[in-house]
């Protein structure tokens, strides 16, 4: 049955007076009742990496009987010291009685989103964390977020976590550990920023029976006397977050007349998944010609990033630009912006509260497992008898690499038509935010271990632009922002970016003219390296949070065109025979999976020309690309335009029935 959403009266999870209802945690834990909040803040400049000096310690391991337990939330496992039990205790079953004169610092993490398990005082200014699995699994050990109280300000204090599984990082690469302390955005208004000296992530001797521990380990002094801090692995976003967003929405006269907040679902603990609906009050059947853009964030709870690039997105479509206007007019935007709520509040990186990874379960037919998932594709499928799908985006973190890419899907036979060519929205993407957007680390290869995401189901449902945009944790390597860490405001930039990509993307300027031609151009350059042999299946290769541990490496054609050299293929014929060979061994298990379904694509002939031309950037023309002749016009004038223009219908997708009833009403694999 496929579901259909009503907009209720009042928010969900909200009072009558737009007060916050209390989030549902599993009914096995408890939670300190107060409330955490931080302010908003930017730093003032660019956020520099860490740099190694070459002498940074690796402190060992304390096993379990050294050293002194000041905090622990569950019962540790006696092999190894770590706990693996299902589920966190009603309070911490350690935690030292503070008297005059101890400097002891206390911790806490049972708030919302906080992750910490265990912490032991090794000396007076040393300490040893261990992070909390997901709830009910003994892995995924990657968000941390806890307090710190009782601080003694200019001392060198020593933290260490020991139970990262990972044996890549990126604070192998600069990265350094958040921090926000109450006192200076008391008196200073100084939100959180990157901190921490001595930053090393190197494998620990606390693996047993084959299984391997990594720590990081950073030193820090703090800058007040019984301050109370917070450390953070990224920027926190937790589901009161985005109530208290929604509730803005939903109290605002204008927005709310074009922004309609639907219940698309409950978790598995009860916690509303919400799905927003965009878009401008139409006439009549006009509302049918527009086409849906689909996005998506948080299946993976630790990818707090995401949701910061989702603010990012939601600040510009429903605020009152003449290009925001142009997008609503257009599209219908269908966004769930938090998919896994109760993975976000009890402190996950991964999983639900099923202790299963959802961005892997989108064949799945188990409802009342993955209730958010199924219900998502559910919606998309009722929204494609209803209207063509322009775009699909499911927005996530990467703990691996820098910059911000995307994930798409490619036939070996593309269609003709350019706005169905899946490398074409991101090259776009690329050149309006060159500073943090990398088209060389972008991948288009359908591998068999990501048949379960969203990405790849959505494809196969008919969706020929379905991407994953990942968004590095840590920040960029490109340009001005080379070496630096991405803030908020990064983060939600990327967010308008990816609205003026859509707009420059369907509403065609000189912009994207250079992107067809450079396009062209680099199908060329994949055609005369296929003709040697080698196939693009080895030069495009995927690389995901979970199932791959490949650094930087990046598509040769597109790295090649990005340097402006060109590829010698009888001269680097030993060259690339290696580089083929290299890759088939890295990737032997996770081979390219033959098409299940035929998907036949209809095109619509172009019923208009295109009556808008930006001259957004300042691109000069290259040789060879003639854009149609463009009016030079006023900012005012470019502006009125924008509400009249019509998107040209370029495609039309057409499903295989059979296929796809026997592909939903399937069992779970």
């Not at 048949?451 to 490109?478: D, F, H, P, Q």
């Not at 172009?606 to 001259?615: D, H, L, Q, T």
Request: proline fraction near 5%; include cysteine; charged fraction near 25%.
């Amino acid at each position: 049955m496929v579901p259909h959403l009503h907009a209720p009266q009042n928010l969900p999870g909200l009072s009558s007076a737009g007060q916050l209802s209390l989030v549902h945690w599993p009914h096995q834990c408890e939670v300190i009742r107060d409330r955490i909040e931080h302010i908003d803040w930017t730093p003032p400049r660019p956020e520099p990496l860490y740099t190694p000096m070459g002498l940074e310690m690796k402190p060992s391991y304390q096993p379990a009987g050294e050293g002194t337990v000041i905090y622990l939330t569950e019962e540790a496992n006696k092999d190894s010291g770590f706990v693996y039990s299902q589920v966190r205790g009603l309070s911490p079953s350690k935690q030292i009685l503070h008297q005059n004169g101890d400097n002891t610092l206390i911790f806490e993490a049972r708030f919302e989103s906080g992750n910490l398990q265990k912490v032991v005082k090794v000396n007076e200014f040393e300490y040893q964390l261990t992070l909390r699995t997901d709830l009910y699994t003994s892995k995924y050990t990657q968000w941390y977020y806890f307090q710190v109280s009782n601080t003694q300000a200019g001392m060198p204090y020593r933290f260490t976590i020991v139970n990262f599984t990972k044996p890549d990082s990126l604070y192998k690469r600069g990265m350094r550990p958040l921090l926000y302390s109450e006192a200076d955005a008391k008196k200073h208004n100084v939100g959180w920023r990157r901190t921490g000296n001595e930053i090393k992530y190197y494998r620990n001797n606390a693996g047993q029976g084959g299984q391997q521990y990594f720590s990081l380990t950073w030193t820090f002094q703090f800058p007040h006397n019984r301050d109370t801090c917070y450390f953070a692995h990224c920027y926190p976003y937790t589901y009161s977050n985005l109530q208290e967003y929604l509730v803005a929405i939903s109290k605002d006269p204008v927005k709310s007349k074009f922004c309609k907040i639907h219940i698309l679902c409950h978790s598995l603990a009860r916690n509303i998944v919400y799905v927003l609906t965009i878009t401008n009050p139409h006439e009549g059947d006009k509302d049918t010609k527009r086409k849906a853009v689909i996005l998506t964030a948080r299946v993976h709870p630790g990818e707090t990033n995401t949701s910061w690039i989702m603010k990012g997105f939601l600040d510009y479509i429903l605020g009152n630009s003449g290009n925001a206007q142009v997008l609503r007019d257009n599209f219908v935007f269908k966004v769930v912006p938090m998919l896994n709520p109760d993975g976000v509040i009890v402190g996950n990186h991964r999983c639900s509260l099923a202790g299963q990874d959802l961005n892997r379960k989108y064949k799945s037919n188990l409802k009342e497992f993955y209730p958010s998932i199924w219900y998502t594709r559910n919606m998309i499928k009722r929204v494609m008898e209803e209207r063509d799908i322009l775009l699909y985006c499911d927005f996530h973190g990467h703990n691996r690499k820098k910059n911000v890419f995307v994930y798409g899907c490619e036939r070996k036979q593309q269609a003709k038509a350019p706005n169905l060519h899946p490398r074409v929205f991101p090259l776009l993407l690329s050149k309006i935010c060159p500073d943090k957007f990398s088209f060389p680390d972008c991948r288009f290869r359908v591998q068999k271990s990501k048949e379960g995401t969203g990405r790849v189901v959505m494809w196969k449902m008919g969706i020929s632009n379905s991407y994953t945009l990942e968004a590095s944790i840590c920040g960029s390597k490109l340009g001005q922002r080379r070496s630096t860490h991405f803030n908020t405001k990064d983060l939600e930039s990327v967010g308008h970016h990816f609205c003026d990509a859509l707009l420059d993307y369907c509403v065609p300027n000189m912009k994207y003219y250079l992107c067809l031609k450079e396009h062209e151009e680099m199908v060329k350059q994949q055609a005369k390296v296929n003709s040697e042999g080698l196939n693009s299946d080895v030069l495009d290769r995927d690389s995901s949070t979970q199932t791959s541990n490949s650094s930087d490496s990046c598509d040769l054609v597109a790295h090649q065109l990005k340097l402006g050299t060109k590829i010698k293929t009888k001269t680097s014929g030993e060259h690339i025979h290696r580089i083929a060979k290299d890759r088939s061994r890295e990737s032997k298990n996770t081979q390219g999976i033959e098409t299940l379904h035929k998907i036949f694509q209809e095109l619509d002939p172009v019923g208009r020309e295109m009556c808008y031309a930006s001259e957004r950037g300042g691109v000069r023309p290259v040789s060879g690309c003639h854009p149609p002749k463009m009016e030079s016009r006023s900012r005012e004038k470019e502006e009125k335009i924008h509400h009249r223009v019509k998107l040209p219908i370029t495609a039309s997708v057409k499903q295989v029935g059979e296929c796809f009833r026997f592909w939903f009403s399937g069992s779970e694999n």
